[in-house]
């Protein structure tokens, strides 16, 4: 049975959600094999890079050493910042209202949609990485860097609550 409901977020909520998810990410070593692996992606592709360039040189009989090592490392820094800026900008309130405010979601057996005043969201169950309950809230995380937090305070009745618990374990384990 489909579940819709109405509540709030405000910036203490968000904070008990990026507590949760410090959490949730300290547990289990679920983002780190991730981190590393961008990592090592990101030093391959900066060497075939230098080779490629390198083997250039070695076809137009020209030292391309130095420019290639400055490029290589031009480009390491780029991306660096590049990928610092993505996260800030995951952890920076924008003016969409997502984070904070009247949010609305709606579970159903194929997917779960959050909308707010300015955006929407859908989601499929597939992506749902845990789902996770203390006191106050419900915790629905997608991944490391994303999820959904639900205060329990915003919820009508208890019986919401009892139906919310149950329809996300059955749909986390399905």
Known sequence: MPLSF??????ADYAHFDQARINYLTAGDVNRNRQFS???????FIMVFLVAVAV?????????????????IVFYISMTRYKVRQ????FTPGPDCSLFGEHEMHLDK?????RTQMSSFTTAWQTVTAVQEND????????????????KRELTSESLAVDIRTFLADMVQA
């Open 6 to 11: 109405s509540y709030s977020t405000t910036q």
């Open 38 to 44: 961008e990592q090592v992606y990101s030093m391959i």
């Open 56 to 72: 250039l040189a070695a076809a137009v009989q020209v030292s391309f050493s130095i420019f290639s090592f400055a490029l290589g």
């Open 87 to 90: 996260i800030r900008n995951k």
């Open 110 to 114: 194929k997917s779960l949609t959050v």
């Open 136 to 151: 106050s809230y419900f915790f629905i995380f997608l991944d490391s860097l994303h999820g959904f937090y639900i205060p």
